[in-house]
């Protein structure tokens, strides 16, 4: 049921396909620089919500898990604009977060993607959409957006519209 | 006779090899992190990289020694180029082009897929390959099926869209409270495990060669851990718990079951459909038992796999990898970048 507050949204999904779609919707929504966060325990549906995400903003390139190489770059055939998605999980210190280049990759010209973003907040820009994943049991899952900014609520108030109709 | 030296350092091994001919492995050296890793359950891409600046240059030294030449009588370098963690590439890719500036000698940059490819000609003793192959490279990052038609001539026909083989051996391992790496420890702990215990899901995909085991993961959790009521603390955010009434090891043999069934079921298909003469398995859950053993059962075709030490990653795999490439003529320049993302198909070093 969606809680009827400015800036946020919940939402009960009943299957993964279904928690793809949301991803999905969201991303034909997205700018260049938006900043979407992740945030779920494994098996929430991280991986899933962003391989929908990138169907939905046009990646020419499935979006698998970037838990291995840290920073996944996704590209898309109408213009020149970047879709990174990264697994914060590993990353600690400073350093860490440095060898990835992160400034680089939040740019004007990007969409970026952090699943555990909890592990980076103290490098995170403040403005950013933040989505909890939680695991109700079993395939239902509760999503909860939560909106930080302008740009975000905007972006929320949207996602809603093209969702509840 | 051609010598090439292969430096690896795309993730979390400082390697370097001297290979002969593309078959014969002169010296292969591994500085191994995993003790590093390990305290941290997984690779740290700071720590990783900085351990790689520790090692290489006693490495590719003692790879020399045991070789018994000097840089002088070497044919060419070849280097990792991707995919990897950027941080961990550099170091190879730099220490790489300051030996071909201070020898002279050509600089050759790799795919690390095409050396795990590569692997397959190391096994000894040596027997001629003919073409085509299927190909399954299964690690901690890659899940790729390929048909290789001739050397440096991959058709990808599919690969994992969500988490790799080997990542969800690791993540299982993690859930399951097993030390990392996850592979060796499942495989261990499902020795003594009923594979039948529980039957994970197979994920049915639209493409018949793609791969998802992200599924089986969630599956794993949901069995193997105490329910929660998906309201999260976020500063607990990494907890979770195991059910005191479930077998560890009957989880590990089922899920392993689970994965392996599904590596096997799509390769062998595969290499029907497109007449492979061998299947071909590398890379480090290559290592696996148990996959070894379902695959060679399943195929008619004989199954190639290289020995232990070569299925993780090392640098002799890139040196055979090189060979090939330096016999076709290709060399790299010193302006040559690293890759972190660069899939292996039939455009890999297309520019």
Known sequence: MPILKEGELDIITHSAEQTARLGTRLGTLLLPGDVICLSGDMGAGKTVFSAGLGRGWGATTPMSSPTFNLVHQHARAKDDVLLYHLDCYRLKTDEDVESIGLEEILGPRSCVVFEWPEQIEPWLPPEHLWINLGIMEALRRNLVFKANGKRYEHLLNEFRGITYG | MTYILGIESSCDETAAAVVLNGTTIASNVVASQIDLHAQYGGVFPEAASRAHVEAIGFVVDNAMRDAGIDFSRLDAIAVTRGPGLVGSLLVGANY?????????????????????????????????????????????????????????????????????????FDKVGRLLGLPFPGGPNIERAAINGNPQAFDFPRARLEDEYDFSFSGVKTAVMREATVATDGRRNREEHKGVQLRADVSINDIAASFQRAVVQTLVDKTVKAAKAHDATEIFISGGVSANTALRNAMRQQSELPVRYPPLNLCTDNAAMIAAAGYYRFESGLRDGLEMDVRPMWPLNNETYAR
């Open chain 2, 96 to 168: 790489a082009k300051g030996l071909a500036v201070a020898t002279g000698k050509p600089l050759l940059g790799i795919n690390h897929l095409e050396g795990h490819v590569y692997s397959l000609w190391l096994t000894q003793p040596y027997r001629e390959v003919k073409f085509p192959v299927v190909i399954l490279i299964v690690s901690g990052g890659h899940t790729e099926l390929l048909l290789m038609t001739g050397h440096g001539e991959y058709q990808r026909l599919g690969g994992t869209l969500d988490d790799a083989a080997g990542e969800a």
